[in-house]
C-alpha cells in the first residue's frame, strides 16, 4: 500500500503557536507532529507517500525534504486553493493507483495499521475508517457500526443528544482508488460532510476498524500540551530518541545541569540545554534544544520549544513558550499563559492565566499582562445549540459578546452576502440587533433590518428575500431573568446546520475575524418585510371558506404588539369572535374562562407565539410541540392516517399534538415554508375541526390513546458515548432505528427512545405504550439497563 499525509492544516484553534508555523509542524518532544505520522506509515510497510500541503507548506518540505532520511519517498501536492481532506487527497489521484492508507499529519497514534490492512483487504471493502472509543466524542465524526464493522450511522461532531456510541473517527482511513469517482478535480470535498454520508447513502461498502493503542487529536492547547505528557509517561509505543538518565527523566546530548539544581520526572530536556545552579525543574516539563534557564529559576508543568532564555529567579508555571523567545529575570508565567515565538519579556513581568502573546512581541519590564492579543474562549461547545446562543441578558449575552459572535458569523459567509436581521420588541432585544449588525458590517457583509416582528414573521421573510440567513434576537422571561436569544436561521428559515455552528465557534475561539477594508465595509437597509403579505399568504394555504362557515368563537390570551395584531388580523380575516385573556394566564383560570365564555377552542400563546396550549370546553389541555428545544421531540409523536394523534402525558393532566401537518404530495408539504408556524398549525386544526363537523375534543375520539412516559437517569458525561453503545450492543435483536439518539421498536407500535440531555450529565428515556404499565416498566427495565452499564 501506498500513503497520505494530510499536512494542510492551519492550526487555528491553537493561534499564536501556529502563526509562524503550520499545525504539522508544531514540536513534541522537540521533533514535529507530522515526524511520528511519518515514522508509523514506514513502521507498518508503506515507504511511497504523498503529502497534501497548502497553509506554510515549505516549511513542511524543508524540513523532510524527498524522505530519504527516514527510509521513504516522499511526493508533495500544493492543496491550494483549499480543497478539503478528500479533495486535497483526489490531488493526488495519479500516484495513487493502487489501495492507500490516509492519516493526518497533526494527530499522535501508535496504531497497529498492519492490523487494519489485513481487516480492509479481508473482504471487498471500499473505505475502512480506523476507530477509537473516547468519553467526549463531540469534537469527532462519531460512527454507528454493526457487528462485522459496517458503518450503518456517522454523525459528524454531534451534539450530546446525538451521542449514540463512543467509537469517533481518528482520521485514519484505508482506501482504494475507486473513492476517487465520488469526486471531481479541483472540488472541495471532506470525507466526513461530503464523502461518507454519500457512500452510506448509497450504501457502499464502508467499514470501521475499532484499534487499540493510543490516539489523541493535537487540535486545541490541552490536548497539544497532552501529548507531550503522555510521550514522557510512556503511554505512546514510540522510540524517543533520547538517553532516560533516571525513570521518566530524558535528556538528549550535550546538557549541561550545574550543581545545585534539582530534577524530578517525567521531563525532558534536550539537545544543548543549560540549567544553572538552584533551579528547580519540576514533572512534566520539557526544556527544548539549546535552552538556557537561568539561577534559582522554577519550572513546572511548562513546555520550552527551541532557542529558549529564561533568566534568574523566573517562575514558569503550566506555560508554553515558543522557540527563540527571551525571559528576562524575575518574570512570572503562569498556568495556561501563551508565549509565541521570538518574543521578549521584559525583567519582573508578570504574565496571567491563559493570556496569550503573539509572536515577535516585545513587553516592557515591570508589566502585568491581563489581557491578551487572542483571548481564550473556552467552552466553544456550548455557544451555540442548535443554532441558537441564549443566556442571561446583559450578564451573559453583553454587547460585547454580540460584536464578536456577529463578526465570527460574517466570516463565514462571502463578502458583501446579505443577512437579514430582526428581533421581538424589547428595548434590549433592539440594542443588540444594533450592536450585531455593527459586527456583520465590519466583516463586510450587507444587511436587512427588520422593524419589531414576530420570529414566525421573520422566518417567512427570511425565504422571501434574497439573503444567505437571518438573525433573530428576542428577550424572554425565564425563571424571573431576562433571558436573551439569538436565534440563527439559513436562507429557508431553517436553524442552521451543526457543521455551520461549528465554523462560527472555531473563528470565535480563534478570534480570525475578517477585517476587511473601510471601503468594504457592510451598509445597511430597510428590509421588505410586510405583516398583512404574512397573514395573506398564511391564509391562501387554508381553506377559508371552509374555516369561515363554523363561524368559530375562540378565547385568545393578550400578547405582545404587533403579534397580537397579527393574531388578530389572521383570527379574524378566518371569521372567528374573540374574546381575550388580559390576565396571566394561568390554567384553571383559562378553564373557568372556557365555560364563562361558551368558547370553541382557547389559544394561550408562549414565548411571543412560538408555542401554544389549546383548551377545549371539557377542561382538557393540548400542549403544542415546536420544532426546536422541546421536552418531546417530534420525531417520536406516533401520527395515525389523519392530521394529529394525541399522547396522553405521564401526569396525565395534558395531550401532546404533534405538528398539524398537510397530507404529503410527492414526497413534500406544499406549504413548507409554515410547517412549524403557530399560526398555520392553528389554522389547520380549525380546518380540520370544521371539515369533521366535530368539537376539539372530538377530533381526537377516534385514535387510541397513547401513554407516554419518560423519566431521566444520571450518565456522566464521559460515560454517555460508551453507555449509548453498550445499549445498542446489547439489544442487538430487537428493531431499532439510529436517530439523535436511539429508538426500539415494540409490537402493536409500542417504542422507547434514549437520547442524552443537551446540558446536563444525564439520558432521557422515553417510552410509549397502549397502556402506563407497560409504558412504565419499558422505561424502568431500560434505566435498570443503564445504570448497569455504568458499573462495568
Known amino acids: 500500500m501506498k500513503g497520505v499525509i494530510l499536512a494542510g492544516g492551519k492550526g487555528t484553534r491553537l493561534r499564536p503557536l501556529t502563526c509562524n508555523l503550520p499545525k504539522p509542524m508544531l514540536p513534541l518532544l522537540n521533533k514535529p507532529v507530522m515526524e511520528y505520522s511519518l515514522e508509523l506509515l514506514k513502521q507498518h510497510g508503506i515507504e511511497e507517500i504523498a503529502v497534501t500541503v497548502q497553509y506554510m507548506g515549505n516549511a513542511i518540505q524543508n524540513y523532510f525534504g524527498d524522505g530519504s532520511k527516514w527510509g521513504v519517498k516522499l511526493h508533495y501536492f500544493e492543496d491550494s486553493p483549499p480543497l478539503g481532506t478528500a479533495g486535497s487527497v483526489k490531488q493526488a489521484e495519479a500516484f495513487l493507483d493502487e489501495p492507500f492508507v490516509v492519516i493526518s499529519g497533526d494527530a499522535l497514534t501508535d496504531f497497529q495499521l498492519s492490523r487494519g490492512m489485513d481487516f480492509h483487504r479481508s473482504e471487498e471493502r471500499l473505505v475502512t475508517i480506523f476507530l477509537k472509543e473516547v468519553s467526549h466524542p463531540l469534537d469527532f465524526g ?29 482520521g485514519i482511513y484505508i482506501m482504494n482508488p475507486e473513492i476517487f469517482s465520488y469526486m471531481e478535480r479541483h472540488m472541495f470535498y471532506d470525507f466526513s460532510h461530503d464523502i461518507f454520508p454519500r457512500l452510506l447513502g448509497e450504501k457502499k461498502n464502508i467499514y470501521g476498524y475499532l484499534s487499540e493503542g493510543y490516539w489523541l487529536d493535537i487540535g486545541t492547547f490541552p490536548q497539544y500540551r497532552q501529548a507531550h505528557f503522555d510521550l514522557l509517561m510512556k503511554k505512546v509505543n514510540v522510540q524517543l530518541p533520547f538517553t532516560e538518565v533516571l525513570p521518566m527523566v530524558w535528556m538528549g546530548a550535550d546538557v549541561t545541569i550545574e550543581d545545585g539544581t534539582k530534577i524530578q520526572g517525567p521531563l525532558l530536556i534536550g539537545d544543548g540545554a543549560v540549567v544553572k545552579s538552584g533551579a528547580l525543574i519540576e514533572p512534566y516539563s ?8 537561568g539561577e534559582n529559576t522554577h519550572v513546572q508543568k511548562t513546555i520550552l520549544w527551541n532557542d529558549v532564555y529564561v533568566g534568574k529567579q523566573c517562575e514558569l508555571t503550566g506555560t508554553t513558550i515558543a522557540s527563540g523567545t527571551v525571559i528576562e529575570d524575575g518574570s512570572t508565567l503562569f498556568e495556561k499563559s501563551i508565549v509565541a515565538d521570538h518574543c521578549k519579556l521584559g525583567k519582573n513581568t508578570v504574565v496571567k492565566a491563559k493570556i496569550k502573546i503573539a509572536p515577535g512581541k516585545v513587553i516592557e519590564g515591570s508589566s502585568v499582562l491581563s489581557s491578551s492579543l487572542m483571548s481564550e474562549q473556552e467552552n466553544a461547545l456550548s455557544l451555540l445549540q442548535r443554532g441558537t446562543a441564549a443566556g442571561r441578558a446583559n450578564l451573559d449575552i453583553t454587547p460585547e459578546f454580540i460584536v464578536k459572535l456577529a463578526a465570527a458569523y460574517g466570516s463565514i459567509f462571502p463578502l458583501h452576502s446579505s443577512i437579514l436581521i430582526g428581533g421581538d420588541w424589547n428595548p434590549y432585544s433592539q440594542l443588540m440587533k444594533q450592536a450585531f449588525m455593527s459586527g456583520l458590517h465590519a466583516a463586510g457583509i450587507h444587511t436587512m433590518e427588520c422593524q419589531p416582528v414576530s420570529d414566525s414573521c421573520f422566518r417567512y ?5 434574497d439573503v444567505v440567513g437571518g438573525v433573530f434576537l428576542s428577550v424572554l422571561q425565564h425563571e424571573d431573568e431576562e433571558k436573551m436569544v439569538v436565534r440563527f436561521y439559513d436562507q429557508d428559515g431553517y436553524p442552521i446546520s451543526v457543521r455551520m455552528e461549528k465554523e462560527i465557534e472555531s473563528i470565535y475561539m480563534s478570534e480570525l475575524y475578517r477585517h476587511v477594508n473601510v471601503t468594504s465595509i457592510g451598509i445597511n437597509a430597510e428590509a421588505n418585510i410586510s405583516e398583512e403579505q404574512y397573514v395573506y399568504s398564511l391564509l391562501q394555504s387554508l381553506n377559508r371558506s ?5 363561524k368559530f368563537h375562540l378565547l385568545v390570551n393578550k400578547t405582545e404588539n404587533p403579534f397580537h395584531n397579527m393574531v388578530l388580523s389572521f383570527l379574524q380575516l378566518l371569521g372567528c369572535s374573540l374574546t ?4 396571566q394566564a394561568h390554567e384553571s383560570h383559562v378553564k373557568s374562562l372556557m365555560q364563562s365564555s361558551k368558547a370553541d377552542v382557547g389559544i394561550i400563546f408562549h414565548e411571543q407565539g412560538r408555542m401554544f396550549e389549546l383548551y377545549d370546553s371539557f377542561g382538557n389541555v393540548y400542549k403544542s410541540i415546536g420544532q426546536e428545544n422541546v421536552a418531546i421531540p417530534d420525531i417520536l409523536l406516533h401520527q395515525g392516517e389523519g392530521v394529529l394523534y394525541p399522547l396522553l402525558l405521564k401526569h396525565g393532566a395534558s395531550y401532546v399534538i404533534c405538528s398539524v401537518k398537510e397530507e404529503r404530495q410527492e414526497g413534500e408539504f406544499k406549504h413548507k415554508r409554515f410547517e412549524h408556524d403557530s399560526l398555520y398549525r392553528i389554522g389547520k386544526l380549525l380546518e380540520l375541526i370544521a371539515s369533521r363537523k366535530q368539537p376539539l375534543h372530538g377530533v381526537f375520539e377516534p385514535y387510541p390513546q397513547c401513554y407516554l412516559f419518560w423519566d431521566e437517569v444520571v450518565c456522566p458525561w464521559g460515560e454517555k458515548g460508551r453507555v449509548m453503545r453498550m445499549l445498542l450492543a446489547d439489544m442487538q435483536n430487537q428493531e431499532m432505528e439510529v436517530m439523535d439518539g436511539i429508538r426500539f421498536q415494540y409490537e402493536n407500535g409500542d417504542w422507547s427512545y434514549i437520547v442524552s440531555d443537551l446540558s446536563q450529565p444525564k439520558l432521557i428515556v422515553y417510552s410509549q405504550s397502549s397502556t402506563p404499565e407497560a409504558a412504565k416498566e419499558k422505561n424502568t427495565h431500560l434505566i435498570e439497563k443503564i445504570r448497569q452499564y455504568q458499573k462495568v
Open 286 to 293: 520539557i526544556i527544548g534544544k539549546n535552552n538556557i534557564i
Open 461 to 465: 421573510t427570511a425565504l422571501m428575500e
Open 546 to 550: 371552509l374555516i369561515r362557515n363554523e
Open 580 to 583: 381575550w385573556v388580559y390576565s
Open 142 to 170: 462519531l460512527a454507528v457500526t454493526e457487528e462485522d464493522g459496517r458503518i450503518v450511522k456517522y454523525i459528524e461532531k454531534p451534539g450530546w443528544n446525538e451521542v449514540v456510541s463512543n467509537t469517533v473517527n481518528t
